[in-house]
């Protein structure tokens, strides 16, 4: 019974976690499209070119933090700015950690539906 409602309860968060009632984007994304105003005010938003993108994942995919030294080494090779390689970091980053979310909570959901057949199950045997 209790481990019935742990499962509940941490599919409950995850779910609520998945989905945010304030789906607001803010935070990095608006600061990755400031720095590409263009001069007449409007977002001139420059896509990465694959050569950049995969030089990107490759070192994201080694280590999920950035430092210092590294963001300045990596916008340096790209001709980026340090700037938009941290803020490509930090989206990869909530895209990973979502992944792994959505990932747990499939697994979580699958035990609760197995917990609830086993119950069934049970309680048509005591019956």
Not at 4 to 26: A, V, Y
């Amino acid at each position: 019974m209790i481990s019935q409602l742990f499962l509940e309860l941490k599919l409950n968060t995850i779910f609520h976690l998945l989905n945010p009632k304030d789906q607001s984007r803010g935070g990095a994304e608006e600061e990755e499209q400031r720095l590409h105003r263009s001069s007449s005010g409007g977002v001139k938003k420059r896509k990465l070119s694959d050569e950049q993108v995969r030089l990107l994942e490759q070192n994201f995919g080694n280590e999920h933090k950035l430092e210092s030294e590294r963001k300045d080494r990596l916008a340096s090779e790209l001709g980026l700015e340090p700037r938009q390689v941290a803020v490509w970091f930090q989206n990869q980053r909530a895209r990973w950690k979502n992944k792994r979310l959505e990932e747990e909570y499939g697994r979580l959901k699958s035990i609760h539906e197995t917990t609830i057949l086993d119950k069934c199950h049970l309680q048509t045997e005591v019956s």
